[in-house]
């Protein structure tokens, strides 16, 4: 399963807070907007599940926003991942498959 806060803090060691804090803002602002829109001036109901959609992907990253700004810097990252740090190829590998889970609907 997804651990949100620890899959922020391995973004934020691999690319720094600063361009994760920047995406996952964009991606909440976007998404949701984008879906809001989408879904808000809907004619079929394909049209208003795609709407729905994309505005859970926006609402897929508060979470993970709100852990970015709470670790907020390479060091307090280290801290969340722990022993894990030692190997970070291991470490991309072990996280990365699980941003696949973001595009599930509503996951985090």
Do not use: C
Request: aromatic share 10%; no cysteine; proline share 5%.
């Amino acid at each position: 399963m997804i651990q949100p806060r620890k899959l922020t803090a391995v973004d934020i060691y691999l690319l720094g807070p600063r361009l994760i804090i920047i995406e996952f803002a964009t991606a909440v602002l976007l998404g949701t907007a984008l879906g809001g829109f989408i879904f808000a001036r809907a004619h079929s109901l394909g049209t208003q599940l795609f709407g729905a959609y994309i505005l859970s992907l926006g609402i897929n990253y508060v979470p993970m926003l709100w852990h970015a700004v709470r670790i907020g810097s390479r060091e307090q990252a280290v801290i969340q991942i722990g022993n894990e740090i030692a190997d970070t190829g291991a470490l991309a590998a072990k996280y990365r498959p699980q941003t696949l889970y973001l595009l599930l609907p509503l996951v985090t």
